[in-house]
Antibody
């Protein structure tokens, strides 16, 4: 069974940093492209970033480009999201998601999400 | 590509045939998926590549469309279908629609 379990969320002040993790199991992690998607409270979904299966390619949404960094450790089957210079508008539930096959295609499995609140 | 979903709120009766719409600002070339999100849960993939049903999803869900206009149809609405439905395009960038909230009348 595919499982994606996010961790690392919490309350952080504006301008500070936070690093999210997503532990994957039930599939060969190194075979899949991965992503982060977020959802602000009572709002819709927003793609944040994607990374290729080997980690050599990354892409970011315009709202986080230059502030967030996606990375992965295939030996640990773990995906990461380093979030710097956080803003109040980054407050959201962050989901780890697996791309089905091609890089930057649809997501077939999602984690349960982790909440990040940016507030002073 | 921007996606516009309509209606934003839909109320229907159990057993009704329900149609949700998603319109792109440009040609999506059938690279469109639909997700169901129940309250407090993560999104679940229903349909990909416009009309391919994800494994394990009931056959009452179907997708259609081409170009800029796409549709998710529920042939016979069930109580467990209460959720918000998002369309998602992966033809040019990755974007989600704003969602249609589906309620039981």
């Amino acid at each position: 069974e595919v499982q994606l379990v996010e961790s690392g969320g919490g309350l952080v002040q504006p301008g500070r940093s936070l690093k999210l993790s997503c532990a994957a199991s039930g599939f060969t992690f190194s075979d899949y492209n991965m992503a982060w998607v977020r959802q602000a409270p009572t709002k819709g979904l927003e793609w944040v970033a994607s990374i290729s299966y080997g980690g050599s390619n990354t892409h970011y949404g315009d709202s986080v480009k230059g502030r967030f960094t996606i990375s992965r450790d295939n030996a640990k089957s773990t995906l990461y999201l380093q979030m710097d210079s956080l803003r109040s508008e980054d407050t959201a539930t962050y989901y780890c998601a697996r791309h089905r096959s091609s890089y930057l295609d649809y997501f077939d499995y999602w984690g349960q999400g982790v909440m990040v609140t940016v507030s002073s | 590509i921007q996606l516009t979903q309509s209606p934003s709120l839909l109320s229907a009766s159990v057993g009704d045939r329900v149609t949700l719409s998603c319109k792109g600002s440009q040609n999506i070339n059938n690279y469109l998926a639909w997700y169901q999100q129940k309250l407090g849960e993560a999104p679940k993939l229903l349909i990909y590549n416009t009309n391919s049903l994800q494994t394990g999803i009931p056959s009452r869900f179907s997708g259609s469309g081409s170009g800029t206009d796409y549709t998710l149809t529920i042939s016979s609405l069930q109580p467990e279908d209460v959720a918000t439905y998002f369309c998602y395009q992966y033809n040019n960038g990755l974007t989600f629609g704003s969602g249609t909230k589906l309620e039981i009348k």
